[in-house]
């Protein structure tokens, strides 16, 4: 009932997961498999294509030309909106209101100083530079045209395909607590799933493999198009059946 929720049916997705994919038309971005993307990352979703290829899909290499430009368009767009969106946070009306403040602008500081987290603190920063005067035209609406052409790239890919298919991270997951302190390359490693979101479509991230050197896993993703969220289900599921890389659990350490 949101105003910004589309007023479609949705399909029974169940009924989806029939393991046929016989004729589905597979489209595999060379950006997806380029550089920067780990060669174990890379051979195990090859060999995931190969399996779907052995239950009847076909495939072929495509490109996305402004996916280069996701990463940079996607944190100027999310942080100009946690800008927007986060300043009704105040302590007064919304959020948590900080305790012992000499007077009001100090309960509004201590109130978002402590109410907000090192990342959160860091979106807002950005955005509210990105939207302030004599820098909206050159940051936050480029970013949106920007993104205005990654949408065009799998609109016009969709018109030949029915999915898009590659991996979900240049590498593989990141134990806990690693990289935490280096946001560059944790926003890096968003490069191939902010498509998707800046582009609007649905996309599902299912286990593929693990890396043999530090055996964490590796995710394998599959994109669809608008409101087709059923087909992905279907190609998931279809994977799924074939492979057991879910049913698996990488040795994290200790007593087994």
Not at 156 to 165: A, M, N, T
Not at 166 to 180: H, L, M, N, R, S
Not at 226 to 251: C, G, I, L, N, W
Request: hydrophobic content about 35%; aromatic content about 10%; glycine content about 8%.
């Amino acid at each position: 009932m949101d105003s910004t929720s589309a007023n479609v049916d949705v399909p029974k997705y169940s009924e989806a997961l029939t393991g046929d994919i016989k004729g589905l038309k597979i489209a595999v971005p060379k950006e997806y498999f380029g550089e920067g993307v780990d060669e174990e990352v890379q051979t195990s979703a090859r060999q995931a294509l190969k399996v779907l290829e052995e239950q009847g899909a076909e495939w072929d290499e495509v490109s996305l030309p402004h996916s280069k430009y996701a990463v940079a368009a996607y944190y100027m767009i999310a942080s100009s909106e946690a800008s927007a969106n986060l300043a009704r946070f105040d302590g007064v009306r919304y959020g948590k209101r900080a305790e012992n403040a000499e007077d009001m602008m100090d309960m509004f500081k201590k109130s978002r100083s402590e109410g907000f987290g090192e990342e959160v603190k860091r979106r807002i920063m950005l955005g509210t530079f990105a939207l302030s005067s004599g820098y909206y035209d050159a940051y936050y609406k480029k970013a949106q045209q920007v993104r205005t052409l990654i949408k065009q790239d799998f609109d016009q890919i969709f018109e030949e395909y029915d999915v898009v298919l590659g991996p979900t991270a240049p590498t593989t997951a990141f134990k806990i607590g690693d990289q935490i302190d280096d946001p560059l390359t944790m926003y890096a490693n968003d490069i191939m799933t902010i498509p998707v979101n800046l582009a609007g479509v649905p996309g599902i991230s299912v286990p593929c493999g693990f890396h043999p050197e530090n055996n964490m896993p590796i995710g394998l993703q599959i994109i669809g198009k608008h409101f087709d969220e059923s087909t992905v289900y279907r190609v998931a599921h279809a994977y799924e059946q074939a492979t057991d890389h879910h049913k698996q659990k990488p040795q994290l350490g200790g007593a087994k």
